[in-house]
């Protein structure tokens, strides 16, 4: 064919997971207003997370020498308006670490989940506490997040390195008293928060994040608004 001619891509799938997932990437590579383009992208299979995000680091800082790494899941759905908004948000010297926002379920309430935003604040060494009410499309100074939609510069595993040695295990789950645990996201954000590297939420950047209802801003504001709460601080 000819570099002039165009394609369309197509595919076939169940209504799972990755179908929205890979709608979401092409919708972003595919956007004709996208001002941030993609480079190089990686996968990684398995079924430890912690170990996932480790082989994807490593891969990413020690191969692929791009500046920014954007930490996509597999069940986030990506758009181009999320995408433009944590990418327009970071900057390597003030704001090396974006996320957005996605919502997680504490516990169930009967068969309904409760939603909260998976961004957090520190409340001690021991306990992280939900931003929650939900400010409405803002840029934010957090403590930390979930790692499944979040951009981050080179230089922050280059200061994480030189604290914690150039082989260091940076997602590395573990209890830290009894009966409390620390995931490997959470244990990430204290590294960085040890080193003096600031993370930063936009909660204008809100992505699907796909169970079997999915959980997105229009979930989170009906269940909280039936509470009786309102989800959302303008």
């Given at each position: 064919m000819n570099q002039d001619e165009t394609i369309t891509v197509g595919?076939?799938?169940?209504?799972?997971?990755?179908?929205?997932?890979?709608?979401?990437?092409?919708?972003?590579?595919?956007?004709?207003?996208?001002k941030f383009p993609v480079s190089s992208s990686?996968?990684?299979?398995?079924?430890?997370?912690?170990?996932q995000r480790q082989r994807l680091l490593n891969h990413w800082y020690d191969?692929?020498?791009?500046?920014?790494?954007?930490?996509v899941d597999s069940d986030i759905?990506?758009?181009?308006g999320i995408w433009e908004k944590i990418c327009e948000s970071a900057d390597r010297k003030t704001h090396p670490i974006v996320s957005g926002v996605y919502f997680i379920a504490k516990e169930k309430n009967g068969s309904l989940p409760i939603v909260y935003p998976c961004?957090?604040?520190?409340?001690?060494d021991e306990t992280i506490q939900y931003i929650h009410p939900l400010p409405a499309d803002r840029l934010l100074k957090i403590d930390c997040a979930g790692l499944?939609?979040?951009?981050?510069?080179?230089?922050v595993i280059t200061k994480?390195?030189?604290?914690?040695?150039?082989?260091?295990?940076?997602?590395?789950?573990k209890n830290i008293v009894t009966e409390k645990f620390l995931g490997e996201d959470i244990a990430f954000f204290r590294r960085c928060k040890e080193v003096d590297i600031p993370v930063y939420a936009h909660t204008g950047a809100i992505?699907?994040?796909?169970?079997?209802?999915p959980w997105d801003i229009d979930y989170y504001h009906l269940y909280w608004t039936a509470m009786g709460v309102s989800p959302l601080i303008n």
């Open positions: 595919w076939c799938d169940n209504n799972l997971v990755s179908g929205e997932f890979t709608e979401g990437l092409l919708s972003v590579s595919l956007s004709k207003n996208i990686v996968r990684v299979q398995g079924n430890q997370i912690a170990v191969e692929l020498k791009t500046d920014w790494l954007f930490w759905v990506l758009t181009p961004i957090f604040n520190d409340v001690d499944g939609l979040v951009l981050m510069h080179r230089d994480l390195k030189k604290k914690y040695g150039k082989d260091c295990f940076l997602f590395e789950e992505g699907k994040h796909i169970k079997s209802v």
